[in-house]
């Protein structure tokens, strides 16, 4: 149990859900051209959770001192896991998604594919080891390849098979995947900047510089507000051009999606305790599984 949380295997099972509703809820039931075959999806989604793990592992090794403050429970590395297997499965890990990423782009003769793989997992590195401490760049970075991890499905799948012919269609059902990408990245800085607010004591102590840490945990949360604002105007102005004409669709996006969103814009105005941002944070992930599970109705938005 203590490899799984290691590699924080919830959040890789949330990155498998994500990819496999974009290919299997929306690009094959909108009649989308795939390039694709089913075991190369499946190469795609390994490769990304290996570099994911990857990622996750190395921050864990850097973050040690940080975690002793902020979470001393959920330390591993240093008392569970040695720091020397932490460092071989960050390079397994690493070998294993890249490795797969080559296969893929050779497998479907789009070589300069490849980079994908190789920026993510260099990023991922620079992050844990110095961008994390650069003001709100370590988290644009994180909120980028979460979002990059839904768009990386539609660049794989969609984009060689573009033709004149069906361009239009194919750029269309992209555009849905940027619209949710957007949404994923939006939602996820939020949380990123929540979780710096939970975590001020051990950032302070690690010497980064966060946002709360820079202008004080009181005028982060009101960024933060600001942010939860717009994205409820962003969700409705979606909702209004897009959805406004399928009942089921709206019922949703207002019940399961904007009603928790308001619901955390009105208690981070007013948050007092370090356990109040933990569940605030907890509000935004499942804001952002609700938000990606609405994926299932465009099948039925579309027809």
Request: charge should be neutral; glycine fraction near 6%.
């Amino acid at each position: 149990m203590n490899y799984l949380n290691l590699i924080r295997y919830k959040n890789l099972l949330i990155i498998i859900l994500i990819q496999v509703l974009i290919r299997y809820a929306l690009f094959i039931p909108l009649g989308a051209d795939l390039t694709l075959s089913h075991f190369e999806f499946s190469l795609l989604v390994l490769a990304t959770i290996f570099i994911a793990a990857a990622g996750n592992v190395i921050n864990d090794i850097y973050d040690v001192e940080i975690d002793e403050i902020n979470k001393p429970e959920k330390v591993i590395v240093g008392k569970s896991i040695s720091e020397k297997t932490a460092y071989n499965l960050f390079v397994i890990f690493n070998i294993m998604g890249v490795g797969l990423g080559f296969y893929l782009t050779k497998q479907i003769e789009e070589d300069a594919f490849f980079g994908f793989f190789i920026v993510t997992s260099a990023l991922l590195y620079l992050y844990a080891t110095f961008l994390k401490s650069m003001l709100l760049v370590g988290n644009i970075i994180v909120s980028l390849l979460v979002a990059f991890s839904l768009i990386i499905v539609g660049v794989f799948d969609l984009f060689p098979s573009i033709t004149f012919i069906n361009q239009e269609f194919q750029s269309f059902v992209f555009g849905i995947v940027l619209n949710y990408a957007l949404f994923a990245f939006h939602i996820n800085l939020m949380r990123e900047i929540v979780k710096d607010i939970e975590d001020i004591d051990g950032d302070k102590k690690g010497e980064l510089n966060t946002l709360p840490i820079v202008i004080g945990r009181k005028r982060a949360s009101y960024i933060v507000f600001g942010m939860g604002i717009l994205s409820l105007f962003g969700i409705i102005f979606y909702i209004y051009t897009n959805l406004y004409n399928y009942t089921i669709a709206v019922i949703y996006f207002l019940s399961l999606i904007l009603a928790p969103l308001g619901y955390f814009c009105i208690k981070i105005w007013d948050v007092k305790s370090k356990s109040d941002y933990s569940f605030l944070s907890k509000i935004l992930k499942i804001i952002m599984l609700l938000g990606i599970g609405s994926l299932l109705l465009y099948t039925f938005v579309i027809q």
